[in-house]
C-alpha cells in the first residue's frame, strides 16, 4: 500500500511530498520471530527523495518512488524488519545506506557483507528545499534515530516513540532507562504540533504523547 500523507510548499518549485509505503514480513531477534507491518517512509519533491527505511519487499517502494532520483536509504535502525531491502534498493537505485554505527551489529546480522555509511547526531539531510535532521535516540536499539523535517512539523520516530508509547526495550541491546531519556529530553522537546509518522502502526503527535510520560515510566513498558 502507497499513499501521500502531507504535501508542505518550500523553496523547492514543487514543494514537499511524504509518502507512506506498508509492508509486511518477519521481524527475527534473539530466537523469536514476529510477522510485522512496516512503515516506509519517502520523503522528497518530483525530481528527486530519501527513502526512510527499508522493510520486507522493494517492490511498492520502488513503485512509490517512481522515476525520482534516489539521494540515501537512511535506517531508523537496524532490525532486520527496517533494513530487509536496503542493499537491493542501493543497488537499483545507485543510492548509498546510512546507519548509524551504534547498530552495526544489528547490520552485521543481516547484511554482513555491506557497509552502509555512518549516521551522526546533527546530520542534515537536504531535500526539497528543507533539511532532514538526525536526532540519536537510543533506547530500543543504540544506534536508532528519529529524523526531524521542521518545515514540515514532522518527525520520523521508526521504533522510539509509537501512539501510546515507547517502542519495546524487551529484547537484546534495549534499555528502558534509555529509550525514556531519549522521548523526555529529545522528542518531546520538539513542538506539540509537530506530527509522529512511526515505523509500525499509526501515525501520532508530540502534543497527544507528551502527557503520558509519567504513565509509561509507571509501567516500565
Known sequence: MSETVKTVNTSSDSGLRIDRVVTSGTFALDGGEWDVDNNIWILGDDSECYIVDAAHNAE???EAVGNRKVRGVICTHAHNDHITVAPQLAERFDAPIFVHPGDQ????????DVSPEELSEGQNFAIAGTDLKVMNTPGHSPGSCSFYLP?????FSGDTLFA???GATGRSYSD???IIDSIKHRLLSLPEDTEVYTGHGDATGIGVE???LEEWIKRGY
Open 164 to 166: 501510546g508509547g515507547p
Open 151 to 155: 518545515e514540515a512539523k514532522v518527525l
Open 176 to 178: 528502558f532507562g534509555t
Open 60 to 62: 511498492p517502494i520502488a
Open 210 to 212: 507528551a502527557p503520558h
Open 105 to 112: 551489529m544489528l547490520w552485521d546480522d543481516t547484511h554482513p
